[in-house]
């Protein structure tokens, strides 16, 4: 059955964007031979991630992500079942989230500061959703 997850993240401290860029080029590629999609986004203090597939998939890769040392505090937000994906157009779409992007983002927020921990599962993907289609696709 097709399952949907998504966790917050911190990235771990030094993390840069090119270092999320090979995370991205990496991810891209092996989601794409595991029949997965989904969307990153990163700002310097978090991250958001968002994964569709099988469910022995996705839970084989959160292993795999969860001890990955170029992050830490990983939280899941929601893992349940779906109808039809949501980032179908991505093995791993990406979006650096910027000051510019606060209207967006902030929209999710309780206070001033978006702590994504904070989020729901659907509130999590909303906002996913909302960056990933500022982005073009590969
Ligand atoms: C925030 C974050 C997101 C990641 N997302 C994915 C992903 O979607 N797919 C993936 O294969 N690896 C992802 N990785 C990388 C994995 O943790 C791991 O390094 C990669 O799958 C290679 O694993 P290996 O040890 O088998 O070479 C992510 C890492 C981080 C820090």
Redesign the pocket.
């Given at each position: 059955m097709l399952y949907q997850l998504s966790y917050a993240?911190k990235p771990a401290a030094g993390i840069t964007v090119e270092n999320v860029a090979e995370?991205v080029a990496?991810?891209s590629k092996?989601?794409a031979e595991r029949g997965?999609t989904?969307f990153?986004a990163y700002r310097s203090d978090w991250?958001l991630?968002a994964?569709e597939g099988g469910q022995a998939q996705i839970s084989s890769?959160l292993c795999?992500?969860g001890k990955?040392p170029?992050?830490t505090d990983l939280v899941i937000l929601g893992f349940h079942p779906i109808d039809q994906r949501q980032f179908r157009s991505w093995s791993?779409g990406y979006a650096a989230v910027h000051a510019g992007d606060k209207d967006v983002v902030l929209r999710y927020a309780s206070g001033n500061e978006l702590s994504p921990t904070e989020l729901s599962a659907a509130g999590s993907i909303a906002l996913l959703r909302e960056l990933s289609e500022r982005t073009r696709t590969p």
């Open positions: 993240s995370i990496v991810s092996r989601n997965i989904g990153l991250f991630q994964l890769l795999l992500i990955d170029r992050h791993m």
